[in-house]
Structure formats: C-alpha cells, structure tokens
C-alpha cells in the first residue's frame, strides 16, 4: 500500500542515517563504532560495567545528538562511579534509531532502538570476541574495533546494520516476541526456536517474554543493541535469557515479506524473508570458526572476511 511503501522509505531513510553516522565515526577514529568494550570508556572509567556501552553510544556525535554524548561522558566518566549504560542519558529517545512501521509501545523510561548492528553468521555471548560481523568488540589486541581494511569480502557485501522489532509482551508474535528455553545457547539451530511457537503464530505465555528486546539503546548485549544474519529474517527469536543471553536475534520488521538492511558502504537494500540461509537445523559452528558461512547468501552477507563470493540486491 501506499502508507505501508511511505512508512518503509522512512525506515530506509532512518537506516542510512544510522549507517552514515556510523561511517563518519570510521572516517574520524579510523575505526568503525565498537558493540561492546570500548577503548574509549576503558579509559575514561575502567570500572566493572564501562564493556556494556553499545555502538549507540559512541556514534551519537555522527546522528547528531552532541550534547547527549556529552551529558553521557559527564554521568558515566566521574572516578569512583560505576559507568552504568542504563544512566539518565539513555531515557532520551533518539528518533533516528526507531523505524516508523514498528510503533513499539514504550517499555519502560528508556530510549529503543530498532536499529541494530550485525554481529555475522555465528551466534555467540554478547562478549566473546569472534570477528564474524561489522559488530565488533574493542577488547584486547585480538579484538580491536573494526577497521575499514578488515572488510575483505567488500564494504557492499556486507552488512552493517539492520532492522529488528522492539519487543512485545506475553503471548507476542513469534517475531515481535522472544522465546525462553533453557539450554539455548551459541551452538543451537536456527530452528530451535520455532519449537517454541504455537499454531497462532506467538509465544505460549510459558516461555514468552519480549519487554526489553531493544528496549535500551546504550545496552551493548545482543536482547538491546544486535543480530545476526544466521537465520533468515522475521524468523522466531529465542535463548535462555533476554539480555546477555538473548542468543537468536534475527532481524526483523513490520515491512510485508523482508527487512531492511544497511551495508558498510552506506547503501541500503530490502532483504526478502525466503532469501537463502542454508538449513535451518545445523546448529551454529564453534566461536573460532573461521571459513565461509554455513548459513547461505544471508549468513556470507553477515560476515566481513569469510571469503564467500555472493551478491544481493
């Protein structure tokens, strides 16, 4: 429909912002925006949760929004306070990160975000430091942030970022929701999830939960600031947790039939739902898998230097 086409060229719009701020911090630090543990706040507050700032964060001089950067380099720098991401600052919602066909109620006092970072074709912890994807850690010397240079398999073929609803409450559908089940983990199928939904399409209320999914924007685990191209888009979401543990984060989107994603040279592009993803039930290789994705044209999409020679509109 018309509204539906103009709601999707704004989300698209909203996307590339995010994309181009994240591209200037690259051309300004050398470097592209950290997922987690940052150089930058590990000097300024080395203190217990100074690795939990997400790419969000560190990217809002490039979206425009200095003085919330500033506010939070003053809540979170102070010596002898924990730098905590979930200060006052993060209630500020950032109307670049929310795409207008989602329309997530508030969740609570804090600023959303639809927009994530990809982390590549391997699900894992929030914190390990595999470089699959443009989300990557700061963390020690094999886990710098990323470089333009590292993105072998080329800036168009890669994705940056893409979409990802904001989550619902109990009884949610399947993409808008999140599943809970113990044992979801790093080396769990892609269909593991769809176990967990019903014949109407949502989450039983046993193992629903979907209240914060990307409910805190300067949170850097997978539940807030992340996906992964491991399974195909709108496809269930599901782990043993909704934070550090929320371990399958698809992207996903109110758009009918894909999502849209942004690539590490800025361009956008609408992803199809049925775009190839290899076999859902392989369950996710070891953390220091190095080769090209198992997960098809989506899963090689998702990695920076897997060395898959694939193309997508």
Same mark, same amino acid.
């Given at each position: ?201 949502? %989450?039983?209320?046993?193992? !629903?939960? #979907?209240? @914060?999914? $990307? +409910? ?78 198992? %997960?098809?044209?989506?899963? !090689?999409? #998702?990695? @920076?230097? $897997? +060395? ?6």
């Amino acid at each position: 429909s018309a509204r539906e086409s103009a709601r999707r060229s704004a989300c698209t719009s909203r996307l590339k912002q995010v994309a181009l701020a994240a591209l200037t911090h690259e051309n300004a630090k050398r470097s592209f925006p950290p997922s987690s543990h940052t150089p930058e706040m590990a000097v300024l507050n080395p203190r217990w949760y100074w690795a939990w700032f997400s790419w969000a964060c560190w990217t809002l001089p490039y979206m425009e929004e200095q003085s919330l950067y500033d506010r939070m380099i003053a809540q979170v720098s102070p010596p002898g306070l924990y730098p905590e991401p979930w200060a006052s600052f993060s209630n500020t919602q950032i109307a670049t990160l929310l795409c207008p066909s989602d329309g997530a109620p508030k969740i609570n006092t804090r600023g959303q975000t639809n927009y994530r970072m990809c982390r590549g074709d391997l699900v894992s912890a929030w914190h390990w430091n595999h470089r699959r994807g443009a989300a990557v850690n700061g963390w020690g010397a094999s886990n710098r942030p990323l470089k333009m240079a590292e993105i072998t398999d080329g800036t168009s073929n890669t994705i940056m970022f893409g979409e990802a609803q904001i989550g619902r409450y109990v009884n949610a559908a399947a993409t808008g929701g999140f599943g809970i089940k113990s044992g979801v983990g790093s080396g769990s199928a892609p269909s593991t999830c769809g176990t967990l939904v019903d014949s109407n399409g949502t %989450y039983s209320a046993a193992v !629903a939960s #979907g209240n @914060i999914i $990307g +409910g805190l924007w300067s949170m850097a685990v997978d539940g807030y600031a992340n996906f992964y191209t491991y399974a195909r888009p709108n496809s269930p979401r599901c782990g043993d947790g909704v934070e550090g543990t929320a371990i399958v984060m698809p992207a996903s989107s109110y758009h009918p039939g894909g999502v849209v994603v942004a690539r590490c040279d800025g361009s956008t592009s609408f992803v199809a739902d049925d775009i190839d993803a290899g076999d859902p039930n392989v369950a996710s290789p070891d953390n220091n898998y190095k080769a090209q994705s198992i %997960y098809g044209v989506f899963g !090689a999409l #998702g990695t @920076i230097s $897997g +060395g898959e020679a694939v193309k997508y509109p």
